[in-house]
């Protein structure tokens, strides 16, 4: 009778403490924040080496984490590269190639979105600020954020971000949870360009241009560059690249306005950050911070984004956990339109969907010296806002080399040594010294192409 009690103890005991190991083991599971800014290129960091700007927040998760100097956009527009993120999958397999409205009934019931891949995981979800992607907000049974805020276009919305921010994170601190954080800026410098008001935060006016940054070496715009690129600027017209008539000196103003740009939303993200402190919960939470894509910022006198330059293409790319890792940088290429997803899912064991072919930089953490990838394939669709303009592009990156080419248009292709000519300047598809390798790039992309069902190859 004896020995049956204590059966009935351990068995009771068991029931009681298997909840609380549940418990223990779901707090052991990382939360995820996600920050994202919109049209920030790869050195507008001072962390990067850039002294015309201060960036703390920026620098603080880059001194705490790995920084990737070799991260790019899937697409340089805003709902491509967005949608590519949050589903994992390149944009010419969705089929969002341009800028989209929010609508119902776009998005396939087949594709999961971030959100909802990490609400099955069993993780609280929240998502604030810009959204721009071709699901109603308000549709959270498809997308998955179940706390959704700030995200209409609305004054000072970046201002906002860090409080509703805050909010989620006070009510989730005791769950696991994904956080998006989805800033504006500093993408306020199209309306700079055009001499509009500002969405988000107000600017003083420019010093005089010899106060301003320096122009960048390659600002001129190369010999043997694609004829398409200048003809499509005078086909989507000066509302759109209103730098076809600066000088040199409106565009060292347009620089120093974008560095304050991304200044201001620099702040906001200590704002976000400061919250994972005050909660407690900064030494379980990793940090990714991206963009969703760059600007020209003068780099080939180019404004805006779409182009296939690094400037436009290349963003920044931090994994950060404060107070537990050291710094380092690391040169693996990486995109962050594909990449994202199976990432988080490696660092908190939420099941990755298995139709998504990007690479979990998670291994990469843990094993610096890993090898994962060392071709990258990225495109554009131009788009004049929501109308395609039937013109797309591919680049091809490795190491060293990085090929461009247009479906349409007079040489077509651009070859760089990004080792030697990292502003881009000299195409090297026109030098026959470089042919040999200009095929072998030619070739990658026509196998890729093949291998992924992209129909860009009917046009190489």
């Not at 800026?185 to 360009?193: G, K, S, V």
Request: charged share 25%.
């Amino acid at each position: 009778m004896k020995f049956k009690k204590n059966i009935v103890f351990f068995y009771l005991l068991g029931l009681i403490n298997f909840p609380l190991a549940i418990v223990a083991q779901t707090a052991d599971r990382p939360n995820i924040l996600i920050i994202m800014t919109d049209q920030q290129t790869a050195d507008a960091m001072s962390i990067a080496g850039n002294k015309d700007l201060q960036t703390p927040a920026m620098d603080k998760l880059a001194q705490n984490g790995v920084r990737f100097t070799k991260a790019y956009c899937a697409q340089p527009l805003c709902s491509p590269s967005r949608t590519a993120i949050f589903s994992g999958k390149m944009p010419f397999e969705t089929g969002f190639v341009g800028n989209i409205p929010e609508r119902d009934g776009l998005w396939p019931d087949d594709l999961l979105m971030m959100g909802k891949i990490f609400q099955n995981g069993g993780y609280k979800t929240g998502y604030v600020g810009k959204w721009h992607l071709p699901v109603p907000v308000t549709k959270k049974s498809q997308h998955g954020f179940e706390y959704i805020e700030n995200t209409n276009f609305l004054d000072y919305n970046d201002a906002a971000t860090p409080s509703f921010c805050a909010r989620f994170i006070k009510e989730n601190k005791s769950n696991p949870f994904l956080l998006v954080a989805s800033f504006l800026n500093p993408h306020d410098i199209c309306e700079w360009a055009r001499d509009e008001d500002l969405k988000m935060d107000v600017l003083e006016d420019a010093p005089p241009p010899h106060q301003c940054p320096q122009l960048p070496a390659n600002w001129e715009i190369p010999d043997n560059e694609p004829k398409i690129l200048r003809e499509l600027q005078k086909t989507v017209g000066l509302r759109t690249y209103p730098s076809v008539n600066y000088t040199p000196e409106k565009w060292r103003q347009y620089r120093w306005a974008y560095n304050r740009l991304v200044e201001k939303v620099d702040a906001y993200i200590e704002m976000v950050l400061a919250s994972l402190k005050k909660y407690d919960i900064e030494k379980n939470t990793i940090i990714i911070f991206t963009a969703d894509h760059g600007d020209g910022n003068a780099g080939h006198s180019w404004n805006q984004k779409q182009v296939l330059y690094e400037e436009a293409t290349k963003i920044p790319f931090i994994i950060s956990k404060i107070g537990q890792w050291k710094p380092r940088t690391d040169d693996m290429l990486v995109c962050n339109g594909i990449d994202i997803i199976p990432t988080i899912c490696g660092f908190t064991g939420v099941e990755k969907p298995n139709y998504l072919k990007g690479i979990d930089i998670s291994k990469k953490i843990e094993n610096p010296g890993l090898k994962l990838r060392d071709t990258l394939v990225i495109e554009t669709d131009f788009a004049d806002n929501e109308d395609l303009l039937g013109i797309s592009g591919r680049a091809v990156i490795t190491k060293d080399f990085k090929y461009i080419v247009y479906n349409k248009g007079e040489i077509k292709e651009q070859l760089f040594d990004l080792s030697k000519d990292p502003g881009e300047i000299t195409n090297l598809a026109v030098n026959k010294s470089y042919k040999k390798q200009l095929i072998v790039m030619r070739n990658y992309l026509k196998k890729w192409c093949k291998a992924n069902d992209d129909k860009f190859i009917l046009s190489l």
